[in-house]
């Protein structure tokens, strides 16, 4: 590798730790394994140019974002241009393959849905959460969960036997969800971050419930609904992860709250009640148990 090679490898590293492979200087978007993200998935990109001034651009498809790098300041308007029609070079680039992958996941999640099956309501999944299949569906031993954003179908969540969960590659996430209930026909909506507190809280309170999918996409989420239910009473039902540093899932749950403007809410916990337990399914689930063994 040569110096600015070096660099910009330096520049990624602070961002997204350690990478033993040396980027690729031909002005491409190139994919790579970002460290702590799922085995096999490649949501970072970046790309590099060395001709003229050494410049680029990376980021992650997952968190969104992007962030340029130059291997020194510009020393005229001629550099400073070139600079900026690179990233606006890369920005295009990441967009438009960003949608052809979106597009194809799309289809495929189609077909997906249209060969499965109603999910079993004993799947080992569903059957450890205690919740219902409800519209679910089912290939082999796959729940499958439907992920829609403005009516269509986007995404598909798989989650097999032993609860690993992987959305379908390329797949849009972002703004994307899983609806419980007619939302249109109330006047209040409640956003869970996964899968089975929204199963639990639509048994709950009879209202309708969204399942974000993750943490990162409660504000995404939030956001839309908001924009396409503006008199609705828009709920935030936040975990608690109370064992872990920072509490992620209360960090994520009150900012999109905050930036969305809507309202948050969080379990209540007994002064028994075990410190691991995160959510609504596990709070109701616990107090089950507890009350038998009264």
Not at 127 to 148: E, G
Not at 199 to 205: A, E, F, G, P, R
Request: aromatic share 8%; charged share 25%.
């Amino acid at each position: 590798m040569n110096d600015a090679q070096i660099l910009f490898r330096d520049a990624l590293q602070s961002a997204y730790g350690v990478l033993d492979w040396p980027p690729e200087p031909d002005g491409d978007i190139h994919r790579f394994h970002v460290p702590g993200d799922k085995s096999g998935s490649v949501n970072g990109w970046y790309v590099l140019y060395l001709d003229g001034i050494a410049s680029g651009a990376f980021g992650s498809w997952k968190t969104g974002g992007a962030m340029s790098w130059c291997s020194r300041e510009p020393l005229d308007t001629r550099e400073a241009e070139q600079i900026r029609q690179r990233i606006d070079q890369a920005r295009r680039q990441r967009e438009a393959g960003q949608q052809r992958r979106q597009q194809a996941a799309a289809k495929y999640a189609q077909r997906l849905w249209g060969t499965s099956r109603p999910a079993d309501p004993e799947h080992p999944y569903l059957s450890k959460k205690r919740v219902h299949a409800n519209n679910l569906r089912q290939i082999d031993d796959v729940l499958l969960v439907p992920m829609y954003a403005d009516g269509a179908l986007v995404n598909i969540q798989r989650i097999s036997a032993d609860g690993e969960k992987r959305f379908l590659f390329g797949g849009q996430v972002t703004g994307a969800y899983y609806v419980l209930g007619d939302v249109s026909r109330s006047q209040k909506v409640y956003i869970a971050e996964g899968l089975a507190t929204a199963l639990t809280l639509h048994k709950l309170s009879g209202s309708p419930v969204v399942a974000a999918m993750n943490s990162g996409n409660l504000a995404p989420v939030a956001l839309a609904l908001k924009a396409k239910y503006p008199a609705h009473e828009i709920i935030i039902a936040g975990d608690d992860d109370r064992m872990t540093e920072g509490n992620p899932g209360r960090r994520f749950a009150v900012g999109a709250a905050i930036k969305a403007m809507v309202k948050v809410c969080f379990p209540i916990w007994p002064e028994e009640a075990p410190p691991e337990l995160t959510d609504f399914n596990d709070l109701v689930n616990w107090r089950a148990d507890h009350e038998a063994c009264q």
